[in-house]
């Protein structure tokens, strides 16, 4: 079987949440008998093999309201899909639903839902007729949550032929933190800290972050880099947060160590643009307790309030800084809660657990094109 991935951008151009789920799933699915590749826009494309799937370029001409535009496009996935058995779409993106409207794949196709359309809400006005006529002629309708699913509008009329496949992250793909990496930061940082590790974008909440750790007095290290860095650099200069470390971006093994060595996960998304929460299952997979918030999103289903960590009020300071104090007072319950969040991972957000998932349900696809799908959480 041969699957076809579009979504508006991928390796070597951006490796992000969605980037990173659709490798799992390529790599991951040709143990099923599967073979994938993956077709994205590139300002300079040029096709690569990436590990057992290739990553397909199509010219990117000119981006806006963080869509990409390509003229290109419609002629690649023509071709591409014309040697598909089924098209995967990831959503959101609009220029996709363009694409999908003007050349019919004449395949199956699903589309994985991965986020409302939340910050342009006055081109969604403009968007939601095409992306209304793009939902309702997909096949079938992947969420990757029950949260997600009763929380959106949109989602909720199209729940009969939605199902649900959590995101999954694979153990083996991370590397062990060595003795040195760890040796290390133990040296340069306090001997307990929270741990956040995310892109700088205006819904991650890291500007809450810093007000809750001046607050609890707390140290916070913060791994990642993006818009609000410079911003938030600022905020924590003009307030003197001693207590405040910027690390920026860092390969796997250092992060890996950071996971190692911390007290636990602050992950203070408090928009719905936060749709899942892969840093959350990373955090699990390390056995680490989280404190997140309540946004209605999958957030909250990685993150159980009371047993793998503390699920909080969105943009609430002061909320944070208490969870984060209770749990820096109770190196016990933390303990308890990272216990569970491990075996949690295990059962639920495993790479393998979502890629059979799919599997299952490409097979269903091709086979039984015919077939209405209903909502199967697992």
């Known amino acids: ?198 892109v700088l974008r205006y819904y991650k909440g890291a500007h809450i972050l810093l007000e809750a750790s001046r607050i609890s007095g707390l140290p916070v290290v913060i791994v990642g880099e993006g818009p609000m860095e410079v911003t938030l650099k600022e905020t924590a200069r003009q307030q003197a947060l001693s207590n405040i470390f910027f690390l920026g971006a860092l390969p796997d093994i250092d992060k890996a160590a950071l996971l190692e060595l911390c007290l636990g996960v602050v992950f203070p998304s408090h928009l719905r643009s936060e749709a899942f929460g892969l840093t959350l299952v990373e955090s699990a997979m390390f056995g680490k307790p989280m404190i997140s918030c309540e946004i209605g999103t999958g957030t909250s289903y990685v993150n159980l309030d009371g047993e793998t960590g503390l699920v909080i009020p969105p943009a609430n300071p002061a909320a944070l800084a208490a969870a984060m104090t209770r749990l820096a007072n109770d190196p016990v319950t933390a303990s308890e809660y990272g216990s569970k969040a491990r075996v949690r991972y295990l059962q639920m957000f495993t790479a393998k657990r979502m890629v059979s998932g799919y599997a299952e349900l490409y097979r269903m696809l091709v086979e039984h094109k015919d077939v209405v799908f209903g909502q199967h959480p697992p």
């Open 1 to 198: 079987m041969r699957v076809l991935h579009f979504f508006k951008t991928y390796w070597p151009d951006t490796f992000g949440g969605i980037e990173r789920t659709i490798h799992a799933l390529a790599e991951g699915s040709s143990e099923h008998g599967i073979k994938s590749s993956v077709l994205s826009l590139s300002k300079v494309p040029k096709d690569r093999e990436f590990g057992n799937h290739m990553a397909y370029k199509a010219k990117l001409d000119f981006e806006f309201a963080s869509t990409g535009f390509s003229r290109d496009v419609f002629r690649r996935f023509r071709d591409l899909s014309a040697a598909a058995d089924i098209v995967h779409y990831h959503f959101p993106w609009p220029w996709m639903d363009v694409v999908h409207s003007f050349v019919d794949p004449g395949k199956p196709t699903l589309v994985t839902y991965h986020s409302d359309v939340v910050k342009q809400k006055t081109l969604l006005l403009l968007y939601r007729p095409l992306m209304k006529h793009f939902l309702e002629s997909v096949d079938h309708i992947v969420t990757t949550s029950p949260n997600y699913l009763v929380s959106s509008g949109i989602l909720q009329r199209f729940k009969s032929k939605t199902s649900v496949i959590p995101l999954g992250l694979d153990e083996t793909s991370y590397p062990a933190a060595n003795n040195e990496a760890l040796a290390r930061w133990r040296r340069d940082l306090p001997p307990t800290f929270f741990l956040f590790v995310g």
